[in-house]
């Protein structure tokens, strides 16, 4: 009788096999790791912790952060809007860059979180493209088929917003004052970020 002399594979073998092509995959192919990272997502990770945002204490801790916060954006019309000047709505700031995997991954959670939220004149959304080409994002936007309203910086973003990492996001309140910050992916559509959103606009 004849041996089978193919060459038998344990499971671990398989599982570190398995490792090594999704780590290949994810050095010579970037937008595997957008995949990767938007499924972590789907399955509860990444989740913006709202649970640390905080509150203006009063009407005088707002003016300070309002004195020493804000930065100046320019639209796709190259119409230039100041973050102070903005009050009376809730800001929500996301900072990316074409080139950041991680920022790619949180795009369509956030526009389905401008889905969710709906037409609120009392909430605005900002992506800005830390980079400050309006036509290379709007082409990658495009590529992506996604429809977020962008925005590049016409002064100096503060490093209370975003301290060189990205992606990063703020939310300021109706007051002007930061109320939220956030490091890193996010997944944004998640039901609490929605809410409290909306809890904030109610104010």
Known sequence: MMKDNKPRFSIASKIIYGVLVVLILLMFWPASRAVLQQGLMKIGLFKPKVENASTPIDEHSSELADANEGV???????????????????????????????????????????????????IVFMLVEVEGDMDVAQEFLKKQKLDLPVFVPQSEIPTTWMSGAIPATVVLDKHGQRVFTHKGMADYSDPEFVDYLKKLASK
């Open 72 to 122: 100046t954006l320019t639209d796709v019309d190259g119409k230039s809007i100041r973050t102070a000047d903005l009050k009376g709505k809730v800001v929500f700031i996301n900072f990316w860059a074409t080139w950041c995997g991680p920022c790619v991954a949180e795009m369509p959670s956030i526009q389905k979180l401008i889905s969710q939220i709906g037409q609120q004149d009392d």
